[in-house]
């Protein structure tokens, strides 16, 4: 993520939205970590079997590799545990299915790169991991409320 910001292309204003959208994923990444300190030690402590560090690194991966995350097998495979320890960490740190938070992280990506860069829709769907042009506007479209061509012309 660091990298991105060396890298990154464009105007004043553009680098501007730019770097305040990445403080605010870095944000949401640190908030993330420390989530489960909140949560009550019993709950925690009644999922003595669910490796928490590696549920945490597996959603580290899909923040930053959405388009290459796989099947849900490969990644309870990588994190060493089978589908089903993965899919109860899923829904005890965040509250959703592994499939649930994989189109979530595929949805905000793609939020923010409709409104902060000039890539076509058909390359914003290939970056986050979709084929399906019209599959992608019609999910879009029922979680934002307005269509993604609707938010291009308008940013």
Known sequence: MILELDTFQGSKSLKTNFYQAKTLELLSYLFRLYQDDSKKESQIRSAPHLNLKKIREIANFIDYHVADVGT?????????????????GFQLLFKNSVYGYIQQVRFKKAMFLLCNTD???T???????LNSRSHFSKIFKKKFGRSPRNIRTTK
């Not at 849900?72 to 899919?87: H, S, V």
């Not at 390359?123 to 991991?129: A, D, Y």
């Open 119 to 121: 890539k076509t829709i």
């Open 72 to 88: 849900i097998g490969n990644l309870a495979t990588m994190g060493g545990m089978n589908e089903m320890k993965l899919q109860k």
């Open 123 to 129: 390359e914003i769907i290939n970056e986050v991991g």
